[in-house]
Nanobody, 118 residues
Framework: QVQLVESGGGLVQAGGSLRLSCAASGSIFSIDSMGWYRQAPGKQRELVAAITSGGSTNYVDSVKGRFTISRDNAKNTVYLQMNSLKPEDTAVYYC????????????WGQGTQVTVSS
């Protein structure tokens, strides 16, 4: 079992920055990868960024060059640094841990609201 606790969401003006944090606890040894999804009202949830246990990263095209996903040395906290934010980045952002040992293959955080104003 993996528990995820998120923080760092808030209101920011266009062009500003936020850093989201996600702390994992429980069976963290079983985590293969971690990532961030986001979902705006009326839109499908999308995977924004992911990072593997080996440190490889990938991003959805719309955030490349603006967002950076990283993890700490203990591999139990993942971050999403969001720069040059745009109003279209407004969404609820969800941390996710991927593991073959989890029901459904993943565990979700509670979500944190990111609102980018013009």
């Amino acid at each position: 079992q993996v528990q995820l606790v998120e923080s760092g969401g808030g209101l920011v003006q266009a062009g500003g920055s936020l850093r989201l944090s996600c702390a994992a606890s429980g069976s963290i040894f079983s985590i293969d990868s971690m990532g961030w999804y986001r979902q705006a009202p009326g839109k499908q949830r999308e995977l924004v960024a992911a990072i593997t246990s080996g440190g490889s990263t990938n991003y959805v095209d719309s955030v490349k060059g603006r967002f950076t996903i990283s993890r700490d040395n203990a591999k139990n906290t993942v971050y999403l640094q969001m720069n040059s934010l745009k109003p279209e980045d407004t969404a609820v952002y969800y941390c996710v841990a991927f593991s073959d040992y989890l029901v459904g293959g993943r565990s979700w955080g509670q979500g944190t609201q990111v609102t980018v104003s013009s």
